[in-house]
C-alpha cells in the first residue's frame, strides 16, 4: 500500500472537512514535538481497519503535509530554504486580507499565503494570478 492509498483512505475515513483540519494542525504543529493526530482516538480506529497507516510520528506528518487542492506535497521551510523569490515572498505575504479574499484563499490557494514555513507551489501561483485579477486588493 503506498503513502497515497493511505492518504486517500484516511481522508474517505474522516471526511473532507476533517482532513482538512488535520492539515492545518499538523502545518501549525510543525517545530514542536507534538504530531496532533498522533495520539487521537481517530487515528487508533483508522489503524485498525488500515494496518499499513504509519505509527510513527514522522510517517503520520508526512503524510498530512498535503494540499488537498492541488493534491500535491507541501514544501517545507521556505524561509531558511526559499524555492521562491524574495519580491514573491513579500507580495504573497503582505496581500491585503478581505473577506473576498479570504474566500478565495480557502478556495484556491489555502497554502499560498501568510505563515511561509510550508507552501504549495502551485498555492502561490493561484494566489498570484487573483491578485493580478483583483488589483485593489493587493494595495499596501
Ligand atoms: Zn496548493
Redo the contacts with the bound molecule.
Sequence with gaps: MTADEIRSQFRAFVGEERFRGFIFSTVNSLGTDFVPLCSHEVWRSFREECPAAPIQPEGIRGMLLW????E?P?LIDQLSNPTLDAATLATITHSSRTSEWYEAAERS????HGGLDVV????VA?HLKWLAAHPRWNEP
Design positions: 494540499c488537498h487542492v492541488h500535491r507541501l490557494f489555502p497554502h499560498g504549495c507551489p502551485e498555492c493561484a
